[in-house]
């Protein structure tokens, strides 16, 4: 994590919620009233961000707040567990509650999803890693969660690496020129990844020398018959509709990696609730 960039945005989505101020809570409160707040888990997943991710955001509401008992990253949690603890001006607690709750169900759903498929795969040679399908704003943390989960990022952005993809080969109209330009103009020192999604194609790859070779929306058995052409000779990523009931079939086929976007764009948020007593 960038804690500075981290910072920044746990910030700006507090201002977002808390606005000119929280009205309710203002009416209701004094500023030194105190209390303290349990975030507790109301189903089974796996944690993500409790500390990291929720507790920052009650210490950047106000530095009084106190966070302790946090669950691990990765900490399997059951329902009634606590997954932290916060002790501070009660006004603050509930201005930051919102905000530390939204993230924290929606980190801890990534890496419970994540967590599945990584489960589902255990006993092949492969790597769940996830994409730039993230939510715009949001990509550090949900690629955080995904570590979380128990798998691998791939690109944060466009300057992290070389992919050639299906609109760059259509408008260069063939792998090999466009492969050709990209080595004309990056360092040696950056592997070039193409996408494909025909036999044809990984061969084509395969004459241009490159890195590593997406195998996109193709059936198990064509990726097993890719694998076979490849044959070592470059790192394959298999991508594309990629679900919990087909992803065991492609890595049975023999890939290094398999990329999933539903990882961070269709985890469902986990359920947690904040449960507090003032003192």
Request: glycine content about 8%; some cysteine.
């Amino acid at each position: 994590m960038d804690i500075n960039l981290l910072n920044k945005l746990l910030s700006s989505f507090l201002r977002e919620d808390i606005g000119r101020g929280d009205l309710t809570s203002e009416s209701i409160f004094k500023p030194d009233d105190s209390g303290t707040a349990h975030l507790v888990a109301r189903q089974s997943f796996i944690a993500a961000g409790a500390e990291m991710v929720a507790g920052r955001v009650f210490i950047i509401q106000n530095s009084r707040i106190t966070v302790s008992a946090a669950a691990a990253d990765g900490e399997r949690i059951e329902p009634g567990d606590r997954l932290l603890t916060v002790s501070g001006p009660v006004i603050d607690l509930l201005k930051a509650e919102r905000v530390a709750l939204n993230l924290l169900q929606r980190l801890s759903g990534i890496a419970t999803l994540t967590s599945t498929f990584v489960e589902r795969v255990k006993n092949y040679p492969v790597l769940i890693c996830d994409t730039r399908k993230t939510t715009p704003g949001l990509r550090m943390l949900e690629k955080y969660a995904v570590v979380a989960g128990g798998g691998r990022n791939h690109r944060f952005n466009l300057t992290d690496g070389v992919l050639i993809k299906d609109n760059h080969i259509a408008a260069c109209e063939s792998i090999k020129k466009a492969v050709q330009r990209v080595r004309n103009h990056i360092p040696h020192t950056i592997r070039i990844e193409v996408e494909t999604d025909t036999l044809a194609q990984v061969q084509e790859c395969l004459e241009s020398g490159v890195d590593i070779i997406m195998l996109d929306n193709m059936s198990p058995e064509m990726m097993a018959e890719a694998v076979e052409i490849i044959g070592g000779r470059a790192i394959i990523e298999a991508s594309g509709g990629i679900t919990i009931d087909t992803v065991e079939a492609v890595a049975k086929t023999g890939v290094d990696i398999i990329s999933i976007g539903a990882l961070t764009h269709s985890a469902p948020a986990c359920d947690i609730g904040m449960d507090w007593t003032i003192s």
